[in-house]
C-alpha cells in the first residue's frame, strides 16, 4: 500500500493535455523506439567517420611506413610546435619596443652594406664551385648533388655501391620520420620580419663551422652587438668541459648587462646557456656527413693519444674497440664527436643493444633545444635557410671559405672505410641522418626549391664578385704563400689549413670589409675581446 503522500499524488485528477499526451506515446510507443535506435546507429556512423578521417590526415603527414609510435610523437612534436608558437605570438606586444629599437640597430648602414653596392650591380648566376664543395675521395665517396637529392636525405653515397640494400641502411631509413617544421622558423621577408640578434651557435668541430663563426663575427661587431666570449682570453668555452655559466667574461662581474651572441667551441649544457643568454634566443648549428668528417677528425688531431699510435684511419678503426679509451685526454674527438659536442653520451658503437632507442633520445633532445640545423654539405643552401631563419640579408651571410684544408691533406677513403667509420660512430650517423632529412624538409617548407635555387645563384654569383674585389689570385693558398702572417690560421696535426692574401685596396672600408671576410678564428676573437673588454687588453 502506498504511503498518504504518494497516494494523494495518485488520486489527483489528470489534466486534458497531459491525458492526450500519454495516449498519444502509448500509441506511437515502437515509432519513438524505431526513431531512438536510427539516432544511435546515426551518431555511431558519424564517430566512426570522424575517427577514420583523423587517422587518415594524421597518418598522411607521415611516410606509409610509419609505425604507431612514431605516429604518436610526430603528433606530440606538432602539438608541442603549436603551443610554443602561441607563446611567442603572446610575447609579441610585450617585446614590441624593444624590437622596433632592434630594427633600427639591425637596418643601420654598414660596411657590409656599403661593399655590396660596390660590387653589386648585374649579377649573373655564378656556376663556379660551391662555397663548401662536396667531397669526393678519389672516385669512392661522393656526396649527393642537390638536383640529384632524393626526397630521404642521401641515397648514393658510393659511385661503386651496390643497389642492394643491407640490413643496417633499411633500419636507418625506418628512424627516420617526416619532420614537422619547427614553428620558430617562419618564411617572410625583410619587411614581415624583425632580423634575430639573440643567437647562440653551436660550433662544432670540422663541420665548416669556423665559417659561420666569420659571418656571426661580423654581423655582430658591425652592430655594436655584445658577444659572449671565453673568459680571460680563452679560445673556447672550456671545452670539452660541459658548459657553465661563468665560462663567459662580464658574467661573474656584471658587466655586461644583455649578451647577444654565443658561437665560441663549447660542450652544450642548455640549462646553463640559458643562463647567459636571453629567453628568446635562436640556437641553431651545423652537422656534417659522419664519414667525411672522421676523416677531417683524423687529419686535424692526429696528436691526440688514440691516432698517434696508428698509423692510418683503417688501423684506428680496426682496434678502436681495444685502443679507445673514453677518459683519455682529448679522446672525444676520436668517437661520435657530434653527439659528445651537443652534451650527449658519445661512448656507444652499431654493437650496443641499445643503439636505436639511446639515437632516438638524443634526436629527440636536439630538437627540444634547436630551432635549426644546417647541413654542411650543402652549405650554401644551409646559408640560404640562415638567413631566412634570422630574418637577414643575403650581404649578411655571404662568406669565404675559412679553416679549410688543402687537398694534399685530404686522405682518400675505401668504401669499406666508410662501413667502419658508420659502425664506430654509428650515434652521429643516426643525428645525421634524421637532420638531413629535416633539412630538405624544413626547405620545402619555408623556401620552396625554386627560390632556394634563385637565391643559392644569386650568394654564389655576389661572392664571385667579392673574392674579384679582395682576394690576390681569387682563392685560397697554403701558409707557406701568406705574405701576412698575422692572417695565418692556426696549423694542427697533418692538415694544411689555408689562407687568402688580399688585393691592394685603397678605399678604407672596402678594405676593412675584405680584412674581416678573411680573419681567422683565433686573430677574430682576440680583436673582438680586446675591442669588447678594453681594460683587459694586455
Known amino acids: 500500500m502506498l504511503p498518504p503522500q504518494r497516494r494523494w499524488i495518485r488520486e489527483q485528477p489528470v ?46 603527414l ?4 610509419v609505425n604507431k609510435q612514431n605516429l604518436f610523437t610526430s603528433l606530440q612534436n606538432f ?68 638536383e640529384n637529392r632524393p626526397s630521404l636525405g642521401p641515397s648514393r653515397f658510393f659511385v661503386s655501391q651496390s643497389t642492394r640494400t643491407s640490413s643496417s641502411a633499411e633500419t636507418n631509413q625506418r628512424l627516420i620520420n617526416t619532420p614537422t617544421p619547427s614553428s620558430h622558423l617562419q618564411a617572410g621577408t625583410e619587411t614581415t620580419c624583425q632580423p634575430k640578434s639573440h643567437i647562440v651557435f653551436l660550433k662544432t668541430h670540422k663541420t665548416a663551422s669556423s665559417t659561420i663563426l666569420n659571418i656571426l663575427y661580423r654581423y655582430g661587431e658591425s652592430r655594436n652587438l655584445t658577444f659572449a666570449l671565453p673568459v680571460k682570453k680563452h679560445m673556447q668555452l672550456f671545452y670539452p668541459n660541459f658548459f657553465a655559466e661563468h665560462f663567459v667574461e662580464g658574467v661573474q662581474s656584471q658587466r655586461v648587462r644583455e649578451f647577444h651572441i654565443m658561437c665560441n667551441h663549447m660542450r652544450f649544457r642548455k640549462s646553463e646557456v640559458a643562463k647567459v643568454m636571453p629567453e628568446d634566443t635562436f640556437y641553431f648549428s651545423i652537422l656534417r656527413h659522419p664519414v667525411a668528417m672522421m676523416e677531417s677528425l683524423y687529419t686535424y688531431y692526429k696528436s691526440i693519444a688514440v691516432f698517434r699510435k696508428t698509423f692510418n684511419l683503417d688501423n684506428f678503426l680496426d682496434n678502436s674497440l681495444t685502443n679507445y679509451m673514453s677518459a683519455v685526454s682529448r679522446n672525444h674527438y676520436a668517437h661520435n664527436t657530434l653527439a659528445f659536442d651537443f652534451g650527449l653520451n658519445n ?33 650554401d643552401e644551409s646559408l640560404i635557410l640562415l638567413k631566412h631563419a634570422l ?18 691533406s685530404r686522405q682518400p677513403l675505401l668504401q669499406s672505410t666508410a662501413e667502419k667509420i658508420k659502425r664506430w660512430n654509428a650515434l652521429d650517423w643516426r643525428i645525421y641522418l634524421h637532420f638531413n632529412n629535416t633539412f ?6 619555408l623556401i620552396g626549391e625554386e627560390q632556394l635555387k634563385r637565391e643559392v645563384n644569386t650568394l654564389r654569383a ?21 705574405k701576412d702572417h698575422k692572417l695565418k690560421p692556426y696549423q694542427s696535426g697533418k692538415a694544411i689549413i689555408q689562407g687568402y692574401n688580399l688585393n691592394p685596396l685603397t678605399d678604407i672600408q672596402t678594405k676593412h670589409k675584405c680584412m674581416r671576410l678573411i680573419t681567422p678564428e683565433l686573430q677574430y676573437t682576440k680583436l673582438l675581446y680586446n675591442k669588447q673588454f678594453p681594460d683587459l687588453h694586455d
Open 62 to 65: 607521415q611516410h606509409l611506413t
Open 79 to 146: 602539438l608541442e610546435g603549436l603551443n610554443s608558437g602561441s607563446l611567442l605570438a603572446e610575447k609579441q606586444d610585450l617585446k614590441s619596443l624593444q624590437k622596433n629599437r632592434t630594427s633600427k640597430l639591425h637596418h643601420r648602414k654598414s660596411p657590409d652594406d656599403i661593399l655590396s653596392s660596390q660590387v653589386d650591380g648585374n649579377i649573373h648566376p655564378y656556376t663556379g664551385p660551391q662555397m663548401e664543395a662536396r667531397t669526393v675521395f678519389h672516385g669512392e665517396l661522393l656526396l649527393p648533388e642537390p
Open 391 to 408: 630574418c637577414w640579408s643575403l650581404e649578411d651571410v655571404v662568406s669565404f671559405k675559412l679553416n679549410s684544408r688543402s687537398d694534399r
Open 347 to 379: 661512448n656507444i658503437t652499431s654493437y650496443a643493444d641499445d643503439l636505436e632507442e639511446r639515437a632516438s633520445m638524443a634526436i629527440a633532445a636536439i630538437k627540444q633545444d634547436f630551432h635549426l640545423i644546417l647541413i654542411s654539405e650543402y652549405f
Open 15 to 60: 489534466s486534458s493535455v497531459t491525458s492526450c499526451v500519454r495516449r498519444r506515446l502509448c500509441i506511437r510507443r515502437p515509432s519513438l523506439w524505431t526513431l531512438l535506435i536510427i539516432l544511435i546507429v546515426c551518431i555511431a556512423i558519424q564517430t566512426f567517420v570522424a575517427y577514420r578521417t583523423g587517422h587518415d590526415k594524421l597518418k598522411g
Open 462 to 482: 655576389l661572392r664571385a664578385k667579392l673574392a674579384n674585389v679582395c682576394l690576390k689570385g681569387g682563392g685560397a693558398v697554403d701558409p707557406s704563400q701568406l
Open 440 to 445: 630538405w624538409y624544413t626547405v620545402k617548407s
